[in-house]
């Protein structure tokens, strides 16, 4: 089975700050996909980016990247120019990429953007 | 854009009480997830369905849960009967095969 470790259960940064949030991951597949959820005190889940292991370019999405590290099964986050509104928890995801179509989540960290 | 639709959002219910959570996905997607999240557990996996086939529900406590799509537009997860214990969050998601999915704002539940 799958496994995802975050290992940073709580962060803090000060606002237009740059912050990495570190994810690993544990799976003897070649084929996935990975995400990053935010989930926000309104508890809603919001999927902030997605990468696909077969893909070796780096995902991004505005002021959000990732960092794919494949032999490392690595996958950061990186948040550019941080805003009071990036206050959230946050979830890493596997999805094996053939079988099994639901989520393995790590437990989240709870980033704090101060102002 | 388009959501996916629980309801309710806040339930409060008296342990031994049947608990009908429901989910409207979005529409044109195929597969439906239902997902708990406590503070001990964090966010667990309890069934999916695709095409409205229940495909996994080995996450499910099997006496008191069960998961049902009784059509496309349509999700529902009842417990009964319910217990502390499962006082919880649970989400519904939706997707597309290879794709992200789409979170609901989640049913909170508490059994007292």
Known sequence: AQTVTQSQPEMSVQ?????????????S????????????PSRQMILVIRQEAYKQQNATENRFSVNFQKAAKSFSLKISDS?????????????????????????GTHLIIQP | DARVTQTPRDKV?????EVTMRCQPILGHNTVFWYRQTMMQGLELLAYFRN????DDSGMPKDRFSAEMPDATLATLKIQP???RD???Y????GLWGGGYTFGSGTRLTVV
Request: hydrophobic fraction near 30%; aromatic fraction near 16%.
């Open chain 2, 82 to 84: 319910s217990e502390p």
């Open chain 2, 91 to 94: 989400f519904c998601a939706s």
């Open chain 1, 29 to 40: 597949e070649s084929n996935y996909y990975l995400f990053w959820y935010k989930q926000p």
């Open chain 2, 87 to 89: 006082s919880a969050v």
């Open chain 1, 15 to 27: 606002e237009a700050e740059t912050v990495t949030l570190s994810c690993t991951y544990d799976t």
């Open chain 1, 83 to 107: 805003q009071l509104g990036d206050t959230a928890m946050y979830f890493c995801a596997f999805r094996s990429g053939g079988g099994a179509d639901g989520l393995t989540f790590g437990k």
């Open chain 2, 13 to 17: 219910t008296e342990m031994g009480q």
């Open chain 2, 52 to 55: 409205r086939a229940p495909l």
